[in-house]
């Protein structure tokens, strides 16, 4: 199948990116993103310095490519029906209700996908899961539409994203591996191919993967659990540092030498957020448990369990340090997304630790160079157990780092480059979770 035109489902961080890194490599091939809310493909069209998602470089690939063939649209119909190549990438977040409450995925965003696709296909399609699934979602996706159109060939391919928010476009541009599985069938492998010509406009050819269905779904999975266990694992070690007087920084350097292990997520920190490891180990758990593998599945949980002990135990630190009451204490929260080079705040170690510092008594001040104030407020108004009414007093949300000046204790919990730099009394005291200890009397933020 020659491949002209190419539909993505879903303009979040998967979608807006991959595809915009897509079209500006295969400018043969009209790219055309569609989201059902209208606002943020109002934003996708509008300034490229405004984009819905902070990524470096994206806005330089949206200039080039936007309008030559790469497209945003609400118009979720037409654009199905034109493309011979659909991706899904939506959100598949862990359940909140039903049978694997707070640990399956829910796959119902896919699901309205499937049904879209089959409402709206008037000849055969390759549909590529993008959004990070469980194993054998494939056999779902299928069945809902055979269910729906049986006048249609349908080809499931597993092309699962391996980025990294805040060095996502040089991910795309230089994958370590691009995976795709198919079907063993004919149809199936002329399906693998015709998705492996597209990356292979950019991307070595030995760099990419080619396996089953089920062996890429499940390598998502794996790979982040397995890097998330890493962060889990030296943290777990920063307790016993503490405890010893062993120095945590020289402990990850001297483990990361060993060429067998490797430096990379070794850095300890009040815990590793974003949208993909926890949802992402809580499913492998969930699959786990739904095979029978109680062991490996208790494994794995505890890897998010160390996580969640982790922001707490920073927390911890700061209350013990001012005897157990914050009551009028002046704690400013530097950062708010749970990584660098990202407005994404998903998961972020800072919502639960503010929560806990607020709770004990302190005035909370919050400050992120790229989360917008009604991203921070929402996050406060509906992921603290805590309710807060947003106008109370010991809540302030600022635009600029020079606002946090006049609080009496810094807590850093994202690592931007201009907390580095700023100056403060040396009477202040910062708290650095991004290594998780404490320094009186430092000048310099972060160092």
């Not at 780092?401 to 480059?417: A, G, N, Q």
Request: hydrophobic residues 40%; contains cysteine.
């Amino acid at each position: 199948m020659i491949i002209k035109n190419i539909c993505c489902i879903g303009a979040g961080y998967v979608g807006g990116p991959t595809m915009s890194v897509i079209a500006l490599k295969c400018p043969h091939i009209n790219v055309t993103v569609v989201d059902a809310n209208p606002d943020k493909i109002k934003e996708w069209n509008g300034p490229v310095n405004n984009l819905p998602i902070y990524e470096p470089g994206l806005s330089d690939v949206v200039k080039e490519a936007r309008g030559r063939n790469l497209f945003f649209s609400d118009d979720i119909a037409g654009n199905i029906e034109k493309a011979e190549m659909i991706f899904m990438a939506v959100n598949t977040p862990t359940k909140t209700e039903g049978e694997g409450a707070g640990m399956k995925a829910d796959l119902r965003n896919i699901e309205a996908c499937a049904k879209d696709i089959a409402k709206y296909s008037k000849k055969d399609k390759i549909v590529v899961e993008k959004s990070t699934l469980p194993v054998r979602t494939a056999e779902k996706i299928k069945e809902i539409l055979y269910e729906k159109s049986t006048d249609n060939h349908f080809e499931i391919l597993s092309n699962p994203e391996f980025l990294a928010e805040g060095t996502a476009i040089q991910d795309l541009f230089k994958s370590d591996r691009v995976l795709i599985g198919g079907d063993d069938s004919e149809s199936g492998q002329n399906a693998v191919k015709a998705l492996v010509d597209i990356y292979a406009n950019w991307i070595p050819k030995e760099k990419i993967l080619t396996t089953n269905v089920w062996s890429s779904e499940l390598a998502k999975l794996a790979s982040n659990a397995m890097l998330a266990q890493r962060i889990s694992s030296i943290n777990s070690l920063s307790g016993l540092c503490e405890k010893t007087g062993a120095n945590i920084d020289e402990l990850s350097k001297a483990i990361g030498m060993d060429h067998r292990i490797g430096p990379k997520f070794l850095k300890a920190s009040a815990g590793f957020g974003g949208s993909c490891f926890q949802k992402d180990i809580l499913n492998l758990v969930y699959l786990c448990k739904f095979y029978g593998l109680e062991q490996e599945a208790e494994y794995w949980h505890q890897v998010v369990r160390i996580n969640d002990n982790q922001k707490k135990r920073f927390a911890k630190k700061v209350i013990d340090y001012f005897n157990g009451d914050l009551s009028g204490i002046r704690v400013a929260i530097l950062g708010w997304a749970f990584k660098a080079n990202t407005n994404d705040s998903r998961e972020s170690a800072s919502i639960k630790v503010s929560e806990i510092l607020y709770k004990s008594g302190a005035s909370i001040t919050i400050y992120d160079p790229m989360v917008q104030k009604r991203s921070i407020s929402n996050d406060i108004k509906n992921l603290w157990d805590t309710k807060v009414k947003l106008n109370d007093k010991r809540i302030n949300i600022v635009e600029k780092i020079s606002e946090t000046k006049k609080c009496d204790t810094f807590v850093i919990l994202t690592e931007w480059e201009e907390f580095k730099l700023i100056d403060i009394e040396e009477s202040k005291i910062i708290f650095d979770g991004r290594n998780i200890n404490h320094n009186k009397n430092k000048i310099s933020i972060g160092k």
